[in-house]
């Protein structure tokens, strides 16, 4: 068990990395964009779409791009603080926790649920398959914090050695009516 355990913290230390990296790097490009990373049209599609429904203009798709460029930094952000608590925990000694990384990841899962549909209907298979390897690493990370929350959480197991008053706590009569 324990080798499961140190290989869903260096799996999820990795996808953590992953993610602080390129949607960092998106992030940046995004906002340093005098368009807003507007000006590559297959990557920004779910923009369009968003203003669309919205009824946005022009101004409000540039400050729209603008929002979803800061949503990533901030899920890169996220990633990336998680990262440090989990490596100060190896020389510290504690519990990194995984409240910060779910949450950077949740926003991972819906920005790519939304961006991978949008350019399926488009038909671009690149990008596609580019927001589907994002959405399963997200979800692989959610699936091993899960499982580590879950172990950690676990219930102690009963000790089966009881004496028969422990076993009389309440009379029959108690529990059915």
Not at 34 to 45: C, F, H, Q
Not at 48 to 69: D, E, M, Q, T
Not at 115 to 124: T, V
Not at 147 to 161: C, G, M, N, Q, W
């Amino acid at each position: 068990m324990q080798k499961f355990s140190s290989a869903a913290t260096a799996i999820i230390l990795a996808i953590g990395l992953y993610f602080t990296l390129i949607w960092g790097y998106d992030a940046l490009r995004i906002l340093t964009s005098p368009n807003y990373g507007l000006e590559e049209v297959w990557r920004s599609d779910y923009i369009f779409a968003v203003g669309r429904l919205v009824g946005l203009g022009p101004i409000g798709l540039l400050k729209l791009a603008a929002f979803f460029g800061a949503v990533k930094l901030v899920a890169a952000a996220a990633c990336g603080w998680h990262i440090v608590d989990r490596v100060r925990c190896l020389f510290v000694g504690g519990k990194a926790n995984a409240d910060l990384l779910e949450g950077a990841l949740i926003l991972v899962v819906g920005l790519n649920i939304l961006s991978a549909g949008l350019a399926a209907r488009s038909g671009n298979a690149e990008i596609v398959r580019d927001y589907a390897i994002q959405l399963i690493l997200a979800c692989l990370a959610t699936a091993l914090c899960l499982a580590e929350r879950s172990k950690a959480t676990a219930a102690p197991v009963l000790d089966t050695d009881v004496t028969e008053t422990e076993t009389r706590a309440f009379p029959s009569s108690a529990l059915h009516p």
